[in-house]
């Protein structure tokens, strides 16, 4: 027994031995971001203050990342508890290892010492009971203790010695530079520079420290047993990122209905012909072993099922989760293979089990991961167009099946006009074919011009040196490029940014692109889309999931309204400027609950914003912001 306590001991002290090897800084510690130096520099007061200064920007130097910055500025916005600091494990961790040995001993020795007193069938149950309430007393000491003699987290210190100054002339090269301490006013508060307040105002994302990912399994879920009730195959249809949901909703039904799921087909008979299978965009295997305990999912179905023919179905838009019990899994059970032709938004956004809602988060961030020459591929892109500079993330969605199916034509020539118009009537699924495009356009319905766009990032501050990545095929209208080109020089695609050697598997392949361009729009410092589109809903709730990255929505009404006005004459630049950066000061993708709509097809959209279902608050820390504590 003293030997397990032992062992027990040894190797929380060597989890603080790890602990405190970070919080020395030891040179041995790499960061892959900004981020990571900033989670360990903000807990090590083990270091005195000038140690720790000069060791913060040493490795920030090295890491050429502005969201380092941001992280020190806004307090690590997901900060973890487990990683404290380390004043606060000396000053609490002796206290934890007493309480553990206590309970360590106390439970093992009852369990042992009950074991030899078995006698008969009533002292088994009276023993059973006996552990029960005693791992329940447990269970309460533990958490007593973990509040109690832990104390809370410490607050997060933002250091108030870093500055920004641009480097190299114009633009926005950013170096952090070390001074001894920021100048400050009587009342003690700092006068950041004026560099500073611009880039953070341009580039900082919304603060979202009250909220969390959530979306593990809890301990008495169930993993799939050896019974199921029959196998679920489908087509994933429409575009890169509607077949993408549409997988993630089918995962979710698959365990409501205690199926085994088939990988699907992809839809190769949309506008972009890709005729890709799914193991050539994501990682099959990565996929299967992720959703493991979850649903049962194998690459084709059994011999013993070759020649049974499936049930074709397609399944109602918005189903609740009742749908697929009662109306489904009849069907399902008496021909033991369903064929679902259709899987986009087949499950509601809402109302439905807390545990469907996590599987669906799962597959979507954590199981959906690209196929290894899109993911290599787009780290080489990312290298290359991050430098020492941030960088937008652009969906521009000015494409031909785009522009043709709202029939928006502002700003092209009367022949593109008609190219579109005569694109809507051959597509027979399109029903609306009589568009009033300047109409539409007023209202909000046509995604932004890049003339336009142009307009709306320089209205919100960003100077003509920002880099732009184009998330987008290739923009439809003679001189579409151009007009952008105009206000934004530094303008990227993957076709620029790759060489034709790097290109060259995937260039036949539009939804192969498509992933790759997801990856930048994913890990860009600002993603700003100009319609709401597939890929938007999908990159918007995805950066949320991954802690709220900035995110910008124009209000696309106002948006051409202020661009009419200021190009017609009837306001300056400078009204347009500070009406653009004021209507938009709240259109950055800050945290906020989707709340269920009168009707599911117009309520927003669960894989645009994930909260609630993989995003939940963070209760401490929220009480700890209204009581001024951060």
Known sequence: MRFVSLRFLIGWAEMGNRWAAACRGDSSLTADSGRDIAQVLLGSPGLSPRHRRSNSLKHLADSDSLEALNYFRSGTDDYDSRLAGGAHWRRHGFAQIALYFI????????????????????????????????????????????????????RQVIPQYLSLKTVGGSGLNLALTEETQLPTDIDGSS????????????????????????????????????????????????????????????????????????????????????????????DL??????????????????????NVKPLEKAPVSWSKASFYKHEMLPLLKKHNVLYFTHADSRLANNHLPHSIQKIRCRANYQALKFADPIEKLAQTLLTRIQGKAPFIA??????????????????????EGEELRKMRYDVPHWKEKEIDGEERRRQ????????????????????????????????FGNGSLESLKRHFPNVYSHATLATEEELASMKQYQNRLAGLDYIMALESNVFVYTYDGNMAKAVQGHRRFQGFRKTISPDRQTLVRLIDEYESGMISWDTFEHDVSEIHSNRTGAPYRREPGEFPKTEEYFYANPLPGCICENKQVSRELLNGKL
């Open 394 to 415: 652009l969906h521009l969605r000015y494409e031909q099946d785009m522009l043709a199916f709202t029939g928006c034509t502002h700003g092209l020539a009367l022949e």
């Open 103 to 154: 309970m360590w001993n106390f439970f093992v020795g009852n369990l042992v010492r009950g074991m030899f007193k078995l006698g008969s069938r009533k002292s088994l149950r009276q023993y059973v009971l006996c552990v029960g309430v005693l791992l329940m007393v447990g269970m309460l000491l533990v958490k007593i203790g973990s509040v109690g003699l832990l104390g809370p987290r410490p």
């Open 191 to 282: 006068n950041i520079s004026e560099d500073y307040h611009l880039t953070h105002k341009l580039w900082a994302k919304p603060d979202s420290r009250e909220f969390v990912q959530c979306f593990d399994r809890p301990w008495h879920h169930k993993k799939p047993g050896e019974r199921h009730n029959g196998y679920i195959f489908f087509k994933a249809n429409g575009g890169l990122n509607q077949m993408r949901t549409g997988i993630c909703d089918m995962v979710a039904i698959a365990r409501i209905m205690n199926a085994v799921l088939v990988i699907p087909t992809l839809d190769n008979s949309s506008f972009w012909a890709d005729p890709s299978e799914f193991k050539d965009i994501f």
């Open 444 to 475: 909000g319905g046509c995604p932004l011009t890049p003339h336009e766009t142009g307009l709306f990032l320089k209205g919100l501050g960003y100077p003509t040196s920002t880099k732009l990545y184009i998330v987008a095929g290739k923009l």
């Open 285 to 306: 295997h990565h996929f299967i072993n992720v959703l493991k305990e979850d649903v049962r999912i194998v690459e084709s179905l059994p011999r013993s099922h070759k």
